[in-house]
């Protein structure tokens, strides 16, 4: 098709275009079966759930709900998570055309810079702004640090499609007659819209999960009920009465995201234009565009960093146990790797029959695995316990447990990343492998991996990032004797013993910044690419 041609296309009502067929050649029945497997595993907490309400009965049930206290926490949740999701999108979308389509000074720099919240978790970032002043406690304060932990999940997404996206395009809409913010808003941001929505899905499923930070910022909301419910008063009906209102947030929130994403396809052959970017001039522009971000930079991971060094340096119940800092330090890498090699595999089948099997079946598969993430860590755990006991003990108070729970909390990253990446994989080229003799393993291997390789190192990398910083499940799941970072920091930081926390929190910033960097070049070889 012609650059014109792609224009047209993206101005026009997009239809469904997906590939029609017999149910067996749309809807492979060992890649259904593997999917199957899959969104088993990541239903479990949403089954334990369900079933835990059906054994209250309708009276009981009403009677935990229809309380003054869940309305409160469902206006604190549903206000904190539609504000972050939109400061996210304004900021990730902002920052990322700022990067990648103008004149910004030292944008490489700029990149990483801006990548780098992801290695600093949410709870850290809290500990760093409350060990500094109580006034961030509250709505503002928990607004202001959540975003700042979680729009680099927006940028990121965007930035990748910004760099594989034919600059001809906009070129051409102008040319047709449209301004640049016509051009902006009818041709490029459509052609941004999965790595915008799907962004904010991971920012909006994580704040319905928060626990740390927002426990740290006293702030309510569902999460932190549900864990003080299990762990003060030992309430299981209450505790998972509330549960199932998350559940339905989080069906709500699927359910917006998919009518928003619509049912276009954005897989194109070929890269683009031999040319450059011809970045645009930011002119008087400039100073102010550097200000606002510097001051994102500075706020995201200037203030945390630099408390965490305050505490280091004078925190009076500050130690640096060595031995101790080594040995979770190793089992927080040795858990995370493996949470994200698994978490990626899994993604693949499920992904594949998304993206490439598009039906209301396969469609109904890839939204079931969001559930897990959109639970607090505690529920995850708590029912995986239950399931391993009646079914499975040999499994209980081990690793692979906890790597399962890890799993299931994580997929939705893994997903996200995954289907993006074959969302641009053009299928065409597999049909012209398999014209040419390739069976579908060969050409799975030859074809597509290197195409949607970038993709599942962003997926490998984003779980890494979330398991490393893991709390609450590890809590509840690690087996005896088990001790990772982020359980070693919320024991000392729970105790207000800033200077203790300050070095497993230190030491889980310096382990997530590789994971990052991988975010920051994979971006960057799209760039190279286009």
Known sequence: MSVSGQVIEALLPAGGRARRGSWRQSHPPTLVAFAVLVVLLALIPLFFVVGYTVDMGWAQLREMVWRPRVGELLVNTTRLTVGCVLASAVIGTGAAWLVERTTLPGKRLWHVLLTAPLAVPAFVNSFGWVSITPKVEGFGGALLIVTLSYYPLVYLPVTASLRGLDPALEETAQSLG?????????VVLPQLRPALLGGGLLVGLHLLAEFGA???LRYPTFTTAIYDQYRSTFSGPAATALAGVLVICCVILLTVELRLRGKQRYARVGRG????????????????SLLAVLAVVVLAIGVPMGS?????VVGTSTTFPVGDLLVTGGTSVGLAAAAALLTTVLALPVAWLAVRHRSAVTTGLERSTYFGNALPGIVVALALVTVSLKFFSPVYQTVWLLVAAYAIVSLPRAMVSVK???????????????????GPL???RRVT???????LGVSAALVFLAVVTELTATLLLAPIGTRTLATQFWSNSSSVAYGAAAPYAALMVLISMPATLVLTHA?????SAS
């Open 178 to 186: 449209l301004g640049p913010w016509r051009a902006f808003a009818r």
């Open 214 to 216: 927002l426990q740290m």
């Open 273 to 288: 234009t031999a040319r450059a970017l011809r970045p645009r001039p930011l002119g008087r522009l400039t100073a102010p």
């Open 308 to 312: 965490l060094v305050h505490w280091l």
């Open 420 to 438: 993006a990446a074959l969302v641009q994989a053009p299928p065409l080229l597999e049909d012209v492998a398999h014209s040419l003799g390739r």
């Open 442 to 444: 060969e050409t799975f």
């Open 449 to 455: 991996v290197p195409l949607i390789a970038p993709g």
């Open 523 to 527: 971006t960057s070889r799209r760039s």
